[in-house]
């Protein structure tokens, strides 16, 4: 019977979560923290940021011209971003630190690859499409792109190994 099988199964996954619990060592990625938040706050406060962020690159988007890099990143990670912020910010930033440096240790060797390579003529970025604004020969839309495209594979593969967001897929 498909309902006798099922609810086997629940208390199986149930039977394993309580024993990642009293043994978090077995077979379960352990970074440290990450405990469920009670009241969402980190869930409401990064969510709506992220939204906030994905408006302003729409915006740049309307505006087009020198505004249009920044835009189309903004515009393209920033929903991403708000989905996972609303589903497991409070899991993000109890795994603040992991996001730190999964994110941040990738971000800074991609902005100097990506300095030396301008530099050197490697390619270019269009000033035509930039602000002009940036630090150590790196435009600011080339840091923002570099920045979004670590977070969101950092904070996808931290939520995808948070046993609480396995749980809250369920």
């Known amino acids: 019977d498909d309902d006798a099988r099922r609810r086997r199964a629940d208390q199986r996954d ?44 729409v915006l740049l988007l309307a505006l087009g011209g020198r505004y249009l890099y920044l835009g189309l990143t903004l515009a393209y990670f920033a929903p991403v971003f708000v989905l996972q912020w609303a589903f497991g910010g409070d899991l993000l930033w109890g795994w603040r630190r992991a996001l730190l440096l999964g994110a941040g240790l990738p971000t800074l060797y991609l902005w100097f690859a990506d300095a030396w390579a301008i530099r050197e003529g490697i390619w270019w970025i269009s000033p035509r499409y930039t602000l002009g604004l940036g630090a150590f020969g790196l435009p600011l839309e080339e840091m923002v792109f570099f920045l979004c495209t670590n977070l969101a594979v950092v904070q996808g593969l931290l939520l995808a190994w948070h046993p609480e967001a396995l749980r809250r897929l369920r």
Not at 18 to 42: K, R
């Open 14 to 57: 149930r039977s394993d979560d309580a024993e990642h619990h009293e043994h978090p060592q077995q077979g379960v990625i352990h970074i440290g923290g990450g405990q469920a938040g009670d009241d969402g706050l980190a869930r409401v406060v990064g969510g709506g940021m992220w939204l906030l962020l994905a408006a302003l690159g």
